[in-house]
Structure formats: C-alpha cells, structure tokens
C-alpha cells in the first residue's frame, strides 16, 4: 500500500506574488555590509580625536617602501594643515593588537580606513592615508574615494636610495623612533620591492635622503595645500 502526502505549503511557496520592493526581495539584492565595518571605523575616529573642517577638503595619499619616510614627513605635514591622519601601520595594530598582515587582515583594515576617511571628508577636514600603497589597485579605491568627497587629490611617491633605507630599517629595529609604529624590516622591504609599481596618476616625488630638496618640498605642498585654490595641487613644481 502505498500512500502520498503534499508537503506544506509553508515550507516551499510564498502565498501571493512577490513585490519588488518586498522585504524578501530587499534582503536578497541589498549590499552585504562588512560586519566589524562600523566598529572598526568608531575605534580609529576616537584614535584620531576631533578633526578641524579646513575646506576645502585635501586627500592625500602617500606611496613608498617601508623606510621611505612617508610617516615622517606626513606627520609634520598634518600638523602645518591641521589634517588628520590615517596611518596604516598604527591603526592595524589598534584593531587587531597582534596583527598576522595576511589578506583577509588587509582588506578589512583597508576597508576601514578608507571609510574613515569618507567620514572626515564629508565633515570638511582633509586627510593623510598613510600606507605603502604600492599597486595602482590599491590606489583606485582613494582615487574614487577623492572624488566621490570632492576633495583636492594629492599623491606622494616617496624615495630614498636603498642604503639609506636599509640604514632607516636599522635604526628602526633598535627602536631609536618611538613614534615609529612600522615594524617592518630589511627583509620586508625586500619582499614589496618587487611588487611596487609607480603611480600613474600627477604626483609628487620626493627622495627623502636629500634633507634641502625634502625640506623645499614640504614647503611648496603646504603652501598648495593651504592655497584655496589648489595652486600647484597634482604633480610637484
């Protein structure tokens, strides 16, 4: 004997046409949001305490190897701009205490930072990224970012010859800069050396083994920075 039932219908049909704006419809083509995104932001805003609203608006996006002296030269800039900054390798260490740098980590920071960044913009402060940033594919993301915000772009390759640099590395090992929070080495350096790739957007170079030629650098972006109109703004003099 044999016999045969229906399922229930609850469990395989939806009573009634489904709207497009439905709830159901919603949830299924709505973006997945990243879900540490927004604690992650609060924790590096409250990092970084009050931003000033300059306006207009700069992003400033650094590239370079480690022992470059990207940080450095962006800490004194930020502090002649009033901008904040958003420094990789301190705010990977504040999310993650022990960070592992493998991609899953990265792209998660990045994410944040980024987002970070929007957050600043919008309220009419400028920014400093500062990160390697050493693939044009990691550079994309802030270059939309800058004019989604409407902000003035201003890309910064940093260099120095790689004695210096190893010198720098040195020096960074033995602590001897506190406010160093990159704990990148010789052999780290070695590893990016082969995947950076030179910006292609306008931007300025500096080689920061020439102190002259850095210091006068620094002056001629402060002083585009802080012209209203962008005066000198995109590549270098």
């Not at 990092?47 to 609203?53: E, T």
């Amino acid at each position: 004997m044999t016999c045969s039932a229906s399922p229930p219908s609850s469990l395989f049909l939806v009573p009634g046409p489904i709207h497009p704006t439905s709830p159901i419809i919603d949830l299924m083509t709505r973006p997945r949001r990243a879900p540490h995104l927004e604690s992650d932001v609060r924790r590096i805003l409250e990092s970084i305490g009050p931003a000033a609203a300059v306006g207009p608006p700069t992003l400033i996006l650094t590239v370079g190897l480690p022992g470059s002296g990207k940080s450095t030269f962006c800490r004194h800039l930020a502090r002649e701009i009033d901008a904040a900054v958003l420094e990789s390798d301190a705010l990977r260490r504040r999310l993650f205490g022990r960070p592992t740098h493998l991609p899953a980590e990265s792209d998660r920071l990045f994410r944040a930072i980024h987002a970070a960044a929007r957050r600043l913009l919008a309220g009419g402060a400028s920014v400093v990224i500062d990160a390697t940033n050493l693939r044009e594919t990691e550079r994309r993301p802030v270059y939309a970012l800058a004019e989604e915000a409407g902000a003035r772009l201003i890309v910064l390759h940093f260099t120095a010859p790689e004695a210096v640099i190893a010198e720098r590395l040195t020096q960074r090992g033995d602590g001897a800069d506190r406010a160093d929070s990159s704990t990148a080495g010789i052999d780290v350096y070695q590893r990016m050396t082969e995947r950076a790739e030179p910006p292609r957007r306008e931007h300025w170079r500096i080689d920061t083994s020439d102190p002259q030629a850095t210091a006068a650098a620094f002056r001629r972006l402060v002083d585009a920075c802080l012209s209203p109109q962008g005066a000198g703004v995109g590549a270098a003099p």
